[in-house]
T-cell receptor, first 113, second 119 residues
């Protein structure tokens, strides 16, 4: 069965650089969620989209922005990277808003040097 | 206040024994959902089981069952006949505002329990 695809799987950036993380949800899933998991931490919700519109927002820094495109894939753009942005970034998708299960992707491990 | 509390940072269990991972939650919303996820050392998050606040029966999925005690606000995960492959980090999570849907989709996670199965 198709799963959530995230690219790249690993990314290394310098401080103050920008990064773009991509998420391709499971086919026919219209809702996407982004989470950030710092080293040894629990995942923290960043932002979600339903039908290309932002549906909820968590503790996402102003330096980050995200959007969902017409094909339902989503991109998380991160600017002016800081050392503290080093984390595992998960994308999850669900069939529609309110669906019980959020299927998580394998994550993108971002390292900021 | 913490919305999800997992009081066991780590547990060691003998293979084939049953194990209970504790989770308590805090919400004033009458509609919510409780989830358990498994995170192996490889990093992916694997959905295990779900319990809705209005569900009358405890959820079960194969070797996983959820001991839901609504009055005590606890949602413990029970793994029967543990296997070596069960060694992982386990997260309890909650979604509030279950019935209002739009704008209440985020999962709030606990700090996790690292389970190690001993051969």
């Amino acid at each position: 069965a198709a799963g959530v695809i995230q690219s790249p799987r690993h990314l290394i950036k310098e401080k103050r650089e920008t990064a773009t993380l991509k998420c391709y949800p499971i086919p026919r899933h219209d809702t996407v969620y982004w989470y950030q998991q710092g080293p040894g931490q629990d995942p923290q919700f960043l932002i979600s989209f339903y039908e290309k519109m932002q549906s909820d927002k968590g503790s996402i820094p102003d330096r980050f922005s995200a959007q969902q495109f017409s094909d339902y894939h989503s991109e998380l753009n991160m600017s002016s990277l800081e050392l503290g942005d080093s984390a595992l970034y998960f994308c999850a998708s669900s069939r529609t808003l309110g669906d019980n299960e959020q299927f998580f992707g394998p994550g993108t491990r971002l390292t900021v040097l | 206040a913490q919305k999800i509390t997992q009081t066991q940072p780590g547990m060691f269990v003998q293979e084939k024994e049953a194990v209970t991972l504790d989770c308590t939650y805090d919400t004033s919303d009458p509609s919510y959902g409780l989830f358990w996820y498994k995170q192996p050392s490889s990093g992916e998050m694997i959905f295990l089981i779900y319990q809705g606040s209005y569900d009358q029966q405890n959820a079960t999925e194969g070797r996983y069952s959820l001991n839901f005690q609504k009055a005590r606000k606890s949602a413990n995960l029970v793994i029967s006949a543990s296997q070596l492959g069960d060694s992982a980090m386990y997260f309890c999570a909650m979604r509030e505002g279950f019935e209002t849907n739009f704008g209440n989709e985020k999962l709030t996670f606990g700090t996790g329990t690292r389970l190690t199965i001993i051969p």
